[in-house]
Structures are given as C-alpha cells and as structure tokens.
C-alpha cells in the first residue's frame, strides 16, 4: 500500500492563481481530511469528507474548495491565492468514524507571493 | 475535551527508552489519549491510544495511571530517526465527532547518538 499520497510537494504560486491539491489514499478509507499547518503551530482543519459525494467545513474553509467523487481521492482547490494561504498542506484519512487514528499524506509545501 | 501537558522539550540517549509524560488531569471517562508524533518537514504519524489499560504495539508502549490524570509514551530502544516532536491528544472516541485533530505545543525530543 503507498498509504496516503499528496502531489506535488512544492508550488509557488503568484497572487490571483489558482491551483489543485491532489490527494490519494488506497487504504479505502472512508473519511479524508484536509489540513494546513503553519510554521511552528498546529493543524489546522479545512475541510473534511465521510465518503464519496459528502463534504464538510472544518475551522477554516474560506478560500478553499473540496470534491470527493471517489473514495480514493480528495482534491484540495485554492482559488484566488493570497499570502495568507503559504503554509504546509497535509492530507489524511481514518477508517471509522471519529477514530483518531489518522494516516497522514507527505505535505504540500505552498508558497504564495 | 480535556487540556494535556507536556514539557517543552526532552533529549535521549540513542539506545535507551524515551520516556514522555503527559498530564491530562481532568480527562472524561469516555475520554482517550492518543499519542501522535510529527519528524520535521512530514506529515504527522499516529503513535498509539488508548482508555485506561496499558496498550504496547511495534512502535511504543503507552502507560495511563490508575486515575488516568497522565500517561507515559514510552520509546524501548529510541534511535536517532525517532527525533521529533511529539503530540499528546485527548478527546472521545467515535460517536458524531469527525475525528478532527487539535495538536498542542508538544514535547520536542532529541536523540544523541
């Protein structure tokens, strides 16, 4: 098994541009997750997703959009970067429900300028 | 969910256990402590949890005192790959929650060689 898998894992991206976060599992885990992370500090929830054609807001979902039309893959979209978005990206999955017992993607290293 | 405590920062010799301790003194009887660790620049990596036994698996063992106020992530044989910085979490398992993570300071711990 890859586990969870995130592409690519480094952008920089100019103010005003928009992008795709791709992440993968093979685990056929049900829930998915999507983080950020800023230097020195925790996670961050996004967005998050119990199965395919059902998502949800995590803590801070502005600027970002989800799409889970397989169980395998959870895209991240950015739309319109701005400099509040350059942090680290991690994806992650569980296999029950409020199990936190969550496997974590590499991390997408994003910069916006 | 309840407040975890843990030092700032821990250093080991290569070779011998990592102990890392973790106060939790108004955890819920429902209630489970999860260890997570984060080695810089990747994503982070589950550890182990548990309720109130002692739980050992290939990575560490977990050590929760009668009164379940703290608990002890131990290390057996830590190498220098096991520098990180690790992560004690408290929150109830399963039920409607969507499992989101929230990482506090964590304990920084250096291997020696």
């Known amino acids: 098994n890859a586990g969870v898998t995130q592409t690519p894992k480094f952008r920089i991206l100019k103010i005003g541009q928009s992008m795709t976060l791709q992440c993968a599992q093979d685990?056929?885990?049900?829930?998915m997750y999507w983080y950020r992370q800023d230097p020195g500090m925790g996670l961050k929830l996004i967005y998050y997703?119990?199965?395919?054609?059902?998502?949800d807001k995590g803590e801070v979902p502005n600027g970002y959009n989800v799409s889970r039309s397989t169980t395998e893959d959870f895209p991240l979209r950015l739309e319109l970067a701005a400099p509040s978005q350059t942090s680290v990206y991690f994806c992650?999955?569980?296999?029950?429900?409020?199990?936190?017992?969550?496997?974590f993607g590499p991390g997408t290293r994003l910069t916006v300028l | 969910d309840a407040k975890t405590t843990q030092p700032t920062s821990m250093d080991c010799a290569e070779g011998r256990a990592a102990n890392l301790p973790c106060n939790h003194s108004t955890i819920s009887g429902n209630e489970y402590v999860y260890w997570y660790r984060q080695i810089h620049s990747q994503g982070p990596q589950y550890i182990i949890h548990g309720l109130k036994n002692n739980e050992t698996n290939e990575m560490a063992s977990l050590i929760i005192t009668e009164d379940r106020k703290s608990s002890t992530l131990i290390l057996p044989h830590a190498t220098l790959r096991d520098t990180a910085v690790y992560y004690c979490?408290?929150?109830?398992?399963?039920?409607?929650?969507?499992?989101?993570?929230?990482f506090g300071q964590g304990t920084i711990l250096t291997v020696h060689p």
């Open positions: 979490i408290v929150r109830v398992d399963g039920g409607t929650s969507y499992g989101k993570l929230t």
């Open positions: 997703s119990v199965g395919a054609g059902i998502t």
């Open positions: 992650a999955s569980s296999y029950r429900e409020g199990g936190y017992e969550q496997f």
């Open positions: 685990m056929n885990h049900n829930y």
